[in-house]
Structures are given as structure tokens and as C-alpha cells.
């Protein structure tokens, strides 16, 4: 059993230390809103907090966690926000064009980085 601190409550999970977190997140725990995109650290779409960190749980052993704190979508917000803009908002309160593109690295088959970018200025005027 592996002991996980996910959104402020802790979890007792049956799992493999090398299972990697965002499968022990999505079907252990039942916390879907993670999602899986690539499972290679590229694309972001199972980007959660460690520590207050944007991290891409496919590439985490659950097993090298330990006490650290994991925030998913779910415990960002009630109808959620973006795990990267979050963290890059906790950071930096007044990102510029560039600490936006340097900060969102999630590929988005849409193509909306414009609005994306938009919306991270509308949400730091608000920060
Ligand atoms: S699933 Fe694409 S970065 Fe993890």
C-alpha cells in the first residue's frame, strides 16, 4: 500500500511503485480528470501539482511520491482551470506574452494558444 496525499485527503492505494501516478490517479483513485494524452511527457494533458509544481504525472512513479502534496483538476477549482496556468499564475502574477509561451507547453490539437494566452491575462488582471 502506497500512502497519497491527493486534493487534502489522503489515499491508501493498492499499486506498484513504478506504476506511473496518472494511472493510479485515473483508476485507482477514480480522480478522471487527468487525462492521458501522449505518455510521453510531451503533450500535458496529465499535468497535475506536486508541491505546487505543473508536473506530468505520466512520467511519475507513484512509488517516488512519498508525502508530497498532489493537487489534481479536481482539487484546483469546483469546474476546474488549467493546471499549468495555475501554477504559472502562483508564481508569476503578471505573466508577459513570452513567460506565458515559456510556461504553456500542453499541445492542443485545436491550435487555441492565442486564447489560451488571452485568457491567462484576463485571469491575472482578476489574481
Ligand atoms: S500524457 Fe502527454 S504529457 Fe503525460
Not at 493510479?24 to 477514480?30: H, I, K, M, P, Y
Request: charged residues 15%; proline residues 2%.
Amino acid at each position: 500500500m502506497i500512502a497519497l496525499s491527493i486534493n487534502g485527503k489522503t489515499y491508501n492505494v493498492d499499486a506498484e511503485s513504478d506504476t506511473p501516478l496518472l494511472w493510479v490517479l485515473r483508476d485507482t483513485v477514480g480522480l478522471v480528470g487527468t487525462k492521458y494524452g501522449c505518455g510521453i511527457a510531451q503533450c500535458g494533458a496529465c499535468t497535475v501539482h506536486i508541491n505546487g509544481v505543473a508536473t506530468r504525472s505520466c512520467q511519475v512513479p507513484v512509488g517516488t511520491v512519498g508525502s508530497k502534496q498532489i493537487t489534481t483538476i479536481e482539487g484546483l477549482a469546483e469546474n476546474g482551470k488549467m493546471m499549468a496556468a495555475a501554477s504559472l499564475l502562483k508564481q508569476n502574477a503578471k505573466p508577459t506574452d513570452a513567460d506565458i509561451d515559456a510556461a504553456m507547453t500542453n499541445i492542443c490539437r485545436c491550435g487555441t494558444y492565442q486564447r489560451v494566452r488571452a485568457a491567462i491575462h484576463a485571469a491575472s488582471e482578476h489574481a
